[in-house]
C-alpha cells in the first residue's frame, strides 16, 4: 500500500480512447498507398501532428495538412478524417472506474492531444465529468514525456509527486513520470491498469 496518495491521473489515447478494430484504417492507408504503420506516423508522428500536440496549428490545419499530401480536400478530406477514427471507442467501463475514485481522491486527464479533443470528448462521448481536472498538450504547449507537463500538471492540482499515481500505455512517458517520484502505471489492459490502481491504493 502507498500511503498519500492524493490524485490518480490517466492518459487519454490508447488508455481511455482505443482503437478496438483497425479494419477501416487499414483500408484508409490501402487506398492512399500507405502501409497502416506508415498512417499511423503520418497522422501521430509527423512535422504537423507535432505541432498540433504542442498546439502551435490547430487540429483542422494539421488534417489540411494530411489532405495536402494526398492532393485531397472538402468531403473527401472528411471521409478521411471518419475512416481513421472508425474503430475507436471510449472505454465506458473504465470511464466509471475512474468516476468511482473520484469520490475519495483528485483524478486527472493529461494527454497528448489536438485542439479538438477536447470538445469531442465532452459532447461527442461526454466523459469529461469524471475528471477533477484535465489538461492536454495543445493547450499547455508543453508535450509528454517532457518532465515540465507533469510538473506544471500537479501544479494546478496542487499535488507533490509522490501523491500521484499516473497511468499511460506508453513506456517513455511512465519513465519519465517515475523520474519525478510520480507512481507510473504502464496501461496494458483496462484489467491490469485498473487491479494495478487499486493495489497502490488499498492492502
Known sequence: MVTGIKAVIWDMGGVIFRTEDETSKAALAEKYGLTLEELYRLVFASDSANLATL??????????TIGARFNIDGNELDSFQEKFWDGDIVDRELIAFIGSLKEKYITGLLSNAWSGARSVLTDHYRCMDVFTYSAFSCELGLAKPD???YIKFLELLNVQPPEAIFVDDLQKNIDAANALGIHGIRFRD????????LALLTQ
Open 55 to 64: 498546439g502551435l496549428v490547430n487540429e483542422a490545419q494539421h488534417w489540411q
Open 190 to 197: 483496462p484489467r491490469q491498469a485498473k487491479q494495478d490502481v
Open 147 to 149: 518532465p515540465a507537463i
